[in-house]
C-alpha cells in the first residue's frame, strides 16, 4: 500500500512532481511557504501507514485466541479506547 502510493501515487491522483522537487517552496512575497504535489504524497504515506497501525492495534486485540470478532468488548476497554482516540485526535491536529 505505502509502496504503491509513492510509486504510482502521482500519477494515480494526478499529482505531478519531480524527484527533486523540494517539499516547500515560498511565494513571491516571502511570507508564505506553499506546499507542493510531493508533500500532499508524502502526507498521504503518513497518514496511511498511522491508520494502518491503529487497525493493528484494534486487530491485535484478540491475538492468541480464537474469537474472531476483533471489535467485541471494545467499548469495555476504556483505557484502550481513550488510546486509539488521542491517536486520531493527534493524527487530525498534526495534519
Do not use: H
Not at 506553499?34 to 486487530?59: G, L, P, R
Not at 469495555?76 to 486509539?84: D, E, K, Q, S, T
Amino acid at each position: 500500500m505505502l509502496t504503491f502510493l509513492l510509486v504510482f501515487g502521482k500519477d494515480f491522483f494526478n499529482l505531478p512532481y519531480e524527484v527533486d522537487t523540494p517539499f516547500y517552496y515560498q511565494d513571491d512575497s516571502k511570507e508564505l511557504s506553499i506546499a507542493t504535489n510531493k508533500t500532499i504524497i508524502y502526507t498521504m504515506v503518513f497518514q496511511s501507514f498511522v491508520f494502518m497501525c491503529v487497525f493493528n492495534e484494534i486487530n491485535s486485540r484478540k491475538l492468541g485466541t480464537w474469537e474472531f470478532n476483533v471489535f467485541a468488548g471494545i467499548f469495555g476497554n476504556y483505557v484502550f479506547l481513550f488510546i486509539i482516540i488521542l491517536t486520531l485526535v493527534v493524527q487530525d491536529i498534526l495534519c
